[in-house]
């Protein structure tokens, strides 16, 4: 069997493949400690599940329309006016299975060949990984530590040309835990603007600031018609497994993303999304509660790498993710995290998992309990002192 030629372009979420190997571990009797993994330890509030048996109770089990059940789009075009402060139309949401989708439908539909697309390395992979296979122009912003893991506005400037198709943003970022000051983003906007580019901004870390406050770009003038947000449910409220994510479209847009939907997955499970009403009216504690729990042990991991030999780590602002500096330590990223997992189990992932510019760094998900935090710690310290 031959596979099509594009497919050697589509890359991987390493996580996934790291989770896999640890897995595989623990099957055999070895002790692991997962910080690979990109999703709360929390379980889906009990009221969210509740409102999902109603539904299929009620007999939301059936097809919906491609873009999304109209009235799930009205709650979400609330929540998002609310969030951004200007108005958003339903007639603008498109529901998805997950927020990756709001990725992939937005690449393909508008990447061809040779078209640039400026992504932050380090960055999501599956960014990257669309853009090559779309047979688009994957044009790395470099994410520097010494820029608090945020991109210098000159090095954006000169990026950006004739050819920039399509700018990606992740403001709170993963990896790196960065978030992109409200005067960057006016900065990046206007570059934007004398640009033919459009904007996918990832905001689906939205609710995990531990200062400050949520800024978008698309609240900047002249950027909503020109700006495509992400967002879904998975993070804010431990909904990873119910595949539930959205992306808010300028209007010309909403119409050949839903074409997509309906020759792909038809739609967004029906029950799921009615789930969502009640996550957003629903009581707000579980986020809460999370924020102030993930806050607690940021400090926990950032003050424990800290203390290990050959590693540095800045405080992240954002989502639950840290990416120490492990340059001092003599290791590659690859040979790090391939050690701590094998003979010391610590699950946690190369920062080249992230791109050319993770070299010199880890990612570690402090999704995980105190206790664990600080178990991995110990073995890292094992490991390095």
């Known amino acids: 069997m031959k596979l099509a030629a594009r497919m050697k372009n589509l890359g991987t979420e390493t996580a996934f493949e790291t989770l896999a190997k640890a897995k595989a571990l623990e099957a055999k009797g070895k002790d692991i400690v997962h910080l690979e993994i990109g999703e709360p330890d929390f379980e889906t509030p009990e009221n969210i599940i509740n409102a999902a048996k109603l539904a299929l109770d009620q007999g939301y089990t059936h097809y919906g329309p491609s873009p999304g059940l109209p009235h799930v789009r009205s709650k979400i075009a609330?929540?998002?006016?609310?969030?951004?402060?200007?108005?958003?139309?339903?007639?603008?949401?498109?529901?998805?299975?997950?927020?990756?989708?709001?990725?992939?439908?937005?690449?393909?539909?508008?990447?061809?060949?040779?078209?640039?697309?400026?992504?932050?390395?380090?960055?999501?992979?599956?960014?990257?990984?669309?853009?090559?296979?779309?047979?688009?122009?994957?044009?790395?912003?470099?994410?520097?530590?010494?820029?608090?893991?945020?991109?210098?506005?000159?090095?954006?400037?000169n990026l950006v040309n004739e050819n920039t198709k399509m700018v990606i943003l992740n403001s709170p970022n993963n990896p790196c835990g960065s978030v992109i000051p409200k005067e960057e983003l006016g900065e990046i906007s206007e570059i934007i603007k004398n640009s033919n580019a459009i904007v996918l901004t990832d905001e689906v870390y939205k609710n995990f600031y531990f200062e400050g406050q949520h800024n978008s770009i698309s609240e900047f003038e002249g950027m909503r018609e020109r700006t495509i947000i992400l967002d879904g449910f998975s993070k804010s409220f431990a909904m990873t497994g119910w595949r539930l994510g959205y992306g808010i479209f300028p209007e010309k847009l909403v119409e050949p993303i839903s074409r997509l939907i309906t020759n792909s997955v038809s739609c967004t499970s029906s029950f799921s999304q009615v789930a969502a009403i009640e996550a957003i009216d629903g009581p707000q504690d579980s986020i809460l509660n999370m924020v102030a729990e993930f806050k607690a042990r940021r400090e926990i991991i950032v003050e424990g790498l800290n203390s290990i030999n050959g590693i540095s780590c800045r405080t992240p602002k954002g989502a639950f993710y840290t990416f120490p500096n492990i340059k001092e330590t003599g290791y590659s990223s690859r040979e790090i995290s391939d050690k701590l997992l094998y003979d010391y189990g610590v699950a946690l992932l190369s920062g080249t998992a992230f791109g050319k510019f993770g070299e010199g760094y880890l990612r570690l998900s402090f999704a995980n309990s105190r206790e664990n935090l600080n178990e991995a710690v110990k073995r890292m310290k094992s490991f390095l002192n």
């Open 78 to 157: 609330e929540h998002q006016s609310d969030t951004h402060g200007f108005d958003v139309s339903p007639d603008h949401v498109v529901i998805t299975p997950g927020a990756k989708p709001i990725m992939y439908f937005s690449i393909m539909a508008l990447i061809e060949d040779g078209d640039e697309v400026i992504y932050p390395n380090p960055g999501f992979p599956i960014y990257e990984s669309m853009i090559n296979f779309m047979g688009g122009k994957a044009v790395p912003l470099h994410l520097r530590e010494e820029n608090n893991f945020n991109a210098d506005i000159e090095d954006f400037k």
